[in-house]
């Protein structure tokens, strides 16, 4: 019987008719498993996979696969993206068994979830170095039957190698155990943890893992051996260190780092943009506009509706894979967002307004929620959606076609398959002439009458934290109204549909549809948490509404109850209330999005620095003291990191405007000034509200304030 019918995720259901038992990942699977004695087969993806997608309508779908999964296995189902800690887990088992990793994700384990077999995408028949499935599914039953001993021993061997990352002391207390090191160490250098795992896609017959790390990106340029007793240092040299190893991983001629794969790597980018504004370096500069330019100007981004694909297969950001990913999107708007405060160039404030367009227009529920994904397949054909023939276009705009072919290097022969990706061979040219933005809108229109690609219609905290973030920001530097009231507007559905009662957050929210009501699942996670504080704390700054601030520090109570680890520091991905795993993770690599670390690193900074909580502030601390020694060394394990480092090693500015002054609110807000906080409208508990005049605004640092100043340009003087 398959069990995922009644299941949250799209793509649970998505398999809701197999004729494999799958089960969700819960006790009824184990129980099952240990009462007919049968390993358990664990499979782990994603709705936007397209490798995940193939192995599905190779096998799952397949009954003579299936019969075999059914007889030899119980089968469990997970989507990734809801469960992130059995994700993490199970990845480092494969990563170590295999040295790589990727989804689809498959592994062997025993029925109290102990993993000795694992690997990622299987192919129905097999080819080259590719056994088939079903080969290795017998191979897996014979040496559970025949060598037990053998599978159990593995088992518990594979399962005390993992999670080293767990036991890394902070610096105050010495150095760290050689198996922390050694944690660490892999984690920022050799695919471990999360931080290298590789994409489900693979260009050499998913032979080779293609993931964040392509090329080496995130190996580590050097062994820490001695960062973890390095202080934190002050914020120059941290940021100098870094911007040296970015450097040298920096592609010149394309933008970015390394090569294909490519992945936008946000978080360096947002540390090089952080070195620019302590050093006044114009070549650090360049390499983030360069790499922006390159982005926006590549097939990465979507030149007819917006927002960007969540990687390039190679290195001229030409062909994307075609997934439209929540937050890649919402990051890639803050940098955007920062990239035009710092430069003033009107190209990317148009990646911004576009971006943002894309996210309101396709990935928002009525009710201000934002859903997950769009997948890269339409028609069962990757990219159908967004390719074109001269044909095509010519159909649509007539005479008109080719002067938009030229802007966007059509060609007969095409960039993809035949077909043709848009993109804009004029590097950094973005702004449209009037002709041919007139034809961009209605090939768009065009393009919307076809099949478009699956939704992923669940609704995440914390990638709608980072979203509802990143979209307050923008409406406060641009005085955007609509953006400011999607963000309050996505704040409320947070509330509403995805907190419970007693004030415990969930991770995962799904609309209810004929067979089943709206409903939300699963304790959210510490990355979950961190994103709501982060998000609502910025949505008070940018409204001037205190119940955001309050709810910011309700979460942040609730991450400090239950995932601090009161040993070592830091916080665990799973509450005390979670279910037991076979261990308990901790996140602290940024890998596609901040780590739960290095987020609420930065978060607790922000709303201690607003609120006067000092605990806030020495939690964050702790957190810097656990890892900020080794960051410097490794910006594209720990670039989110980074900016808290930056943030607590040059001090937050605190400004407080009373009163009614639009002029003043704007002079804090015409420029990117990441290491200010801002506190105006309704007043909230803190000691920065405490005696102050209406009218007037207060510059200060740790709640020592200058004299008051009634004028802007005063105002700007003191910042």
Not at 136 to 163: C, F, G, K, Y
Not at 305 to 332: C, T
Not at 612 to 619: A, K, V
């Amino acid at each position: 019987m398959n069990r995922l019918g009644e299941e949250t995720s799209p793509y649970l259901r998505q398999h809701a008719d197999n004729p494999v038992d799958w089960y969700p990942w819960g006790e009824e699977a184990f129980a099952a498993a240990r009462a007919a004695d049968k390993p358990i087969l664990l499979s782990v993806g994603y709705s936007a996979c397209h490798w995940c997608h193939v192995m599905a309508h190779e096998s799952f779908e397949d009954p003579a696969t299936a019969a075999v999964m059914n007889d030899l296995f119980i089968n469990i189902k997970v989507d990734r993206e809801e469960r992130p800690d059995v994700d993490a887990i199970y990845m480092e088992a494969v990563q170590s068994l295999t040295g790589r990793g990727g989804w689809p994700m498959t592994v062997f384990m025993t029925p109290d979830g102990h993993p000795f077999h694992g690997g990622t995408y299987y192919p129905k028949i097999g080819r080259g170095q590719m056994p088939a499935f079903t080969e290795i599914m017998h191979r897996i039953h014979d040496v559970w039957i025949n060598r037990r001993p053998e599978v159990n021993h593995q088992a518990d061997q594979i399962t005390r190698s993992l999670n080293r990352t767990a036991l890394i002391q902070p610096d105050p207390a010495g150095p760290a155990t050689e198996e922390a090191t050694d944690g660490l160490n892999r984690a920022t250098g050799d695919d471990a943890n999360g931080l290298n795992r590789a994409t489900e896609e693979a260009t050499d017959g998913l032979n080779r893992a293609t993931g964040d790390d392509a090329n080496g990106l995130n190996r580590a340029t050097e062994e820490a051996t001695d960062g973890l007793n390095r202080a934190t240092g002050d914020d120059a040299n941290g940021l100098n260190r870094a911007t040296a190893v970015l450097r040298r991983q920096y592609d010149a001629a394309w933008g970015g780092f390394g090569g294909a794969p490519k992945f936008p790597h946000t978080m360096c980018l947002e540390v090089l943009m952080r070195s620019y504004l302590h050093s006044g370096d114009g070549d650090v500069l360049n390499m983030v506009i360069n790499s922006l330019d390159a982005m926006a100007s590549g097939g990465i981004y979507d030149h007819l509706g917006g927002g960007f694909s969540r990687y390039s297969v190679d290195s001229q950001w030409i062909v994307p894979h075609f997934e439209k990913m929540l937050y890649d999107n919402a990051l890639l708007t803050r940098l955007y967002l920062h990239a035009w405060q710092v430069t003033g160039r009107s190209r990317f404030r148009q990646v911004l307004e576009e971006t943002i367009g894309f996210v309101l227009r396709d990935l928002r529920h009525d009710s201000g929620g934002f859903y997950s994904a769009l997948d890269a397949d339409s028609e069962g054909e990757e990219g159908r959606f967004y390719v074109w023939t001269p044909d095509q276009i010519t159909a649509v705009l007539g005479n008109a076609g080719a002067e938009f072919m030229a802007w966007y290097g059509v060609t007969e022969a095409g960039n993809f398959e035949g077909h043709n990706i848009l993109w804009r061979p004029v590097r950094g040219d973005l702004v449209r002439p009037a002709g041919v933005e007139l034809s961009r809108e209605k090939l768009l229109s065009a393009r919307n009458l076809r099949i478009p690609p699956g939704l992923d219609d669940k609704v995440l905290l914390e990638w709608n934290g980072l979203m509802l973030a990143a979209l307050a920001e923008a409406a406060a530097a641009t005085g955007n109204q609509q953006w400011l009231e999607a963000a309050i507007k996505n704040g409320g559905f947070l509330l509403d549909r995805l907190r419970r009662s007693d004030g415990r957050w969930l991770r995962s929210w799904q609309a209810g549809d004929g067979n089943q009501p709206a409903r939300a699942r699963h304790l959210a996670y510490a990355a979950d948490y961190a994103a709501v504080v982060d998000a609502f704390t910025r949505l008070g700054e940018t409204s001037g509404q205190a119940r955001w601030i309050n709810e910011a520090v309700a979460a942040a109570d609730g991450l400090l109850e239950l995932f601090w680890d009161h040993e070592r520091g830091g916080v665990f991905t799973t509450g005390t209330d979670a279910e037991k795993l076979i261990f308990r993770p901790k996140e602290i690599t940024d890998n596609a999005l901040p780590s739960a670390n290095s987020a609420a690193a930065v978060a607790l900074l922000r709303l201690g620095t607003l609120t006067g909580r000092s605990h806030y502030l020495d939690r964050a601390r702790d957190i810097l003291t656990l890892l900020g020694g080794v960051a410097a060394d490794h910006p594209s394990g720990f670039g989110h990191l980074l900016e808290a480092a930056d943030m607590n090693a040059t001090g937050l500015t605190e400004v407080v405007i009373g009163g009614d002054r639009p002029d003043l609110l704007d002079a804090v807000r015409n420029a990117y000034r990441p290491n200010t906080v801002l506190a105006w409208g309704e007043p909230y508990d803190s000691p920065l509200w405490n005696n102050r005049t209406q009218g007037l605004a207060y510059v200060c640092r740790d709640y020592t304030c200058e004299a008051p100043v009634s004028e802007p340009e005063d105002l700007l003087a003191r910042l």
